[in-house]
């Protein structure tokens, strides 16, 4: 059985980069659409991100403004978020999720309900 394990949060200062990973194990996230999603406490859950089966598609949220870059290392079984000029509106709790038999669902991002696994998430504090 496939799971996906967060790591790269933490508190940091606005400005730098910061690396997020999300990590299969169990099976091979190398056929799937990996996506990242976001909540800040009190709010709901935002798609941030997404980068298809075939990595020829990739989805960023308008919030992202090109601050955000999503690859993926099929020899290590990872899909990586870097988070370029940390801003305190980074602040939330990130999670991958994979998405077996779809895509990235085009200009409107990556939908929760079709997510058909989910890691624990990771939690990152920008704060001065």
């Known amino acids: 059985q496939l799971e996906l394990a967060e790591s790269g949060g933490g508190f940091m200062q606005p400005g730098g980069s910061l690396t997020l990973s999300c990590a299969g194990s169990?099976?091979?996230?190398?056929?799937?659409?990996v996506a990242w999603f976001r909540q800040v406490p009190g709010k709901g859950r935002e798609s941030v991100s997404c980068i298809s089966s075939t990595d020829m598609r990739t989805y960023y949220a308008p919030f992202v403004k090109g601050r955000f870059t999503i690859t993926r290392d099929r020899a290590q079984n990872t899909v990586y978020l870097q988070v370029h000029s940390r801003i305190p509106e980074d602040t939330a709790k990130y999670s991958c999720?994979?998405?077996?038999?779809?895509?990235?669902?085009?200009?409107?991002?990556?939908?929760?309900?079709?997510?058909?696994?989910w890691g624990k998430g990771t939690l990152v504090t920008v704060s001065s």
């Open positions: 169990g099976d091979t996230l190398n056929d799937k659409t």
């Open positions: 999720a994979l998405n077996s038999w779809g895509g990235c669902g085009g200009t409107s991002g990556p939908r929760e309900d079709l997510m058909n696994a």
